[in-house]
């Protein structure tokens, strides 16, 4: 059985929401402590990759923070800086703009990407055996909501090496599997989309809206 770290990328400047989006509340709760919630139902432990400094206003989870190796690179610098902590092969990663994320979206990546790993044998390539990412109903490909393996560590220090922070030219280089949303069966019919992006005032609006018809 596979055991999984959990991460939870945090850090950006914020700019286009005006403030921390971690720490944005819905339902009563700040983001973040949704997220670590959602994550402690799969991981055996959850870390914060929080940029270029440690946060105190994340202390009160009582979980690890872990700064940048490349500070002002992006989410791409923290994943690779949990990545490089982590102790587990498998790591499940969300960040704070997918205020929706859910145990039951990544219980079904995980499922996914399973099934996958089956059907084609775990040692071919084809079967995303280094991540596993979800695509919104759109068609929107959503790299920090997925599964990563440790062995993608040598991708993303060669990009952040070279000033390449562009996610998707780091995933076109890596054996990835994309799991559509259209696939995921939520709860309840009022449940608001796991890959729902959350940047700005108006998204912020939008989300409180969504939880109070949950």
Request: with cysteine; charged share 15%.
């Amino acid at each position: 059985m596979a055991h999984y770290t959990g991460i939870i990328l945090t850090g950006g400047a914020s700019r286009r929401m005006g403030t921390d989006k971690a720490l944005l509340e819905l339902g009563g709760r700040p983001v973040i402590t949704r997220l670590a919630d959602e994550l402690s139902q799969l991981a055996e432990s959850t870390v914060i990759a929080c940029g270029p400094r440690q946060r105190r206003e994340y202390s009160s989870l009582g979980l690890a923070q872990v700064t940048d190796i490349y500070p002002g690179c992006g989410p791409l610098a923290g994943l690779h800086a949990a990545l490089r902590h982590t102790q587990h092969e498998w790591n499940l990663v969300t960040a704070c703009d997918l205020p929706f994320a859910s145990a039951a979206f990544l219980r079904y990546i995980l499922s996914t990407h399973a099934e996958a790993q089956t059907r084609t044998g775990s040692s071919q390539q084809g079967n995303g055996a280094n991540a596993a990412v979800a695509v919104s109903g759109g068609g929107r490909v959503q790299p920090l909501l997925g599964l990563y393996h440790r062995r993608v560590l040598p991708v993303l220090e060669a990009a952040l090496h070279e000033g390449n922070y562009r996610f998707m030219d780091c995933l076109n280089k890596l054996d990835v599997l994309y799991i559509p949303e259209s696939g995921f069966t939520p709860a309840t019919s009022t449940a608001p989309s796991p890959v729902f992006n959350m940047n700005t005032p108006e998204d912020y609006a939008a989300a409180r809206a969504m939880v109070m018809v949950m």
